[in-house]
């Protein structure tokens, strides 16, 4: 990459301010819309059942397109875009109360007994996998997206202080791991036998070491390519992959922790508080935003020192993930009722600490910093994932309500899948596989094409093409029961 090249794409995504939470809030609405729609055709028309190839057409333009367009071509009108997709399914759910075919068939049928087959206590979630796979769609677009004009630099990740879309995607990567890190811990519990901590640290090395590969690939490829990096994101050497690789040792250490105090919510609070004292009352901050790189821990400070706020983002996640992975009472009119209330409840409890910190009238008047991973970058992204769950799992409850009322573990599973987008559960199937093959083709198109100067609609069309790509590789993994576990 010629070098003048290399400093005008290092400049196009440096020193930024980003923009307002509520902008950032209506993007993001475009995911559960677009469910919604989603869910509407289905349950009420059984639009996707069986998964013909238009079926699948019309999936990829509402899972996928949908989202790269409203953070792209119609970012200036958010209200209008998200009205797409919600008035049509307010008007279907109107004058269509026929639930679909499949589920009348499924209600027919004979049950069969407890006795014969019972039922998963941790079962297929479809709220659960749409929200892992919505957020993975938002940051693949996201990280090509980024390197094009028609992405707004208001959506790209700030310099130190503020927010923006970008900010919260690498943030809810973290927190969507914690929330299945949860389901290892809810079979031990159910198991009734505990591991002892070399045990959990020689399962959780054995996780990271793949990691750990892909950081020293990405740092080679990186460095050997003379690709453009902004290095304040997380260092010289550092990358996201690091970050990844460091937290399960460290969530081992933390189950230890959590037989004093059984609670991750409460364990992520501490940390994030501890962690932002330390950053108050010592010369951390000014370390960490202007001192020199003078040696390998200076030059790669920002991540060593923002993971411990992403390791209170994932044991916030985790925490999350030990109320909303267990199964529900079957037996309830609603049984995902409680899980909903109990996900609108952490949801506003963080958001009412986020006002705490930042309000600059009632409030401490902190700043968001991603770069710094701070105390009020934590509330930030625990308060977003729990009320996006929270509306996909309203969605869930509403549209679908009997996923749950069955005594069979196959009948379950197949109205699970019934209830959850092929497209979005395939890519929460092979989550980390999708975004490496997102990191590589990202790689290729900055390598070969002049993102800079292409106009709207060439960007536009070189994204939708990698959209489908990518979404064509997790369909085709999910297709041939091929799951990549890294």
Known sequence: MANQYKLAKEAFVSNLSGGSRQEINLVTLIAPASVFLWSTLQAKQSLFDPYTVPACLVDFLLNAT??????????GNLYAFNSVFIVPALAILVVSQRPSKSLEKERKAPKISKDAQEVDPLPIKPFVSVYRGSMLVVTCAAILAVDF??????????????????????GSFVFSAGTVAARPILKQQLSGVSRGLGSRLWTAGRHSLPLLLLGLIRLW?????????????????????????????????????????????????????????????TELTAFMLIAPRTNLFSQNREGIFSFFGYLAIFLAGQGTGMYILPRPDATSKEPLRPTMLKLAFWATLWTSLLFLCTDYKYGLGMQVSRRLANLP?????????CAQITLFCGIEMKLFPDVYKTTDKNAQKKRANE?????????????????????????????????????????????????????????????YDISIKL
């Not at 230890?256 to 364990?267: D, E, Q, T, V, W």
Request: glycine share 6%; aromatic share 16%.
């Open 66 to 75: 949908a989202i790269l367009f409203a953070m792209t071509y119609y970012s």
């Open 149 to 170: 004009n028609v992405f707004p630099r208001r959506f790209a990740k700030v310099e130190t202080w503020g927010t923006s879309l970008m900010d919260i995607g690498v």
């Open 221 to 281: 490829s990186v460095k050997g390519l003379d690709y453009a990096e902004h290095v304040t994101e997380y260092g010289v050497h550092w990358n996201f992959f690091f970050t990844m690789a460091f937290i399960s040792p460290f969530v081992a250490l933390a189950d230890s922790a959590f037989r004093i105090l059984p609670s991750y919510a409460i364990l992520a609070l501490l940390l994030a508080v501890v962690y932002q004292i330390i950053l108050d009352s």
């Open 377 to 385: 970058y934590f509330l930030w992204i625990a308060a977003f994932n």
């Open 419 to 479: 209830a959850c987008s092929k497209l979005l559960r395939a890519y929460n199937r092979n989550g980390l596989a999708i975004f490496l093959l997102a990191n590589l083709l990202t790689g290729l198109v900055n390598l070969t094409l002049p993102t800079l100067t292409m106009g709207d609609r060439e960007a536009m069309g070189v994204l939708v093409g990698y959209m489908a790509v990518i979404s064509a590789a997790a369909l085709g993994l999910d297709y």
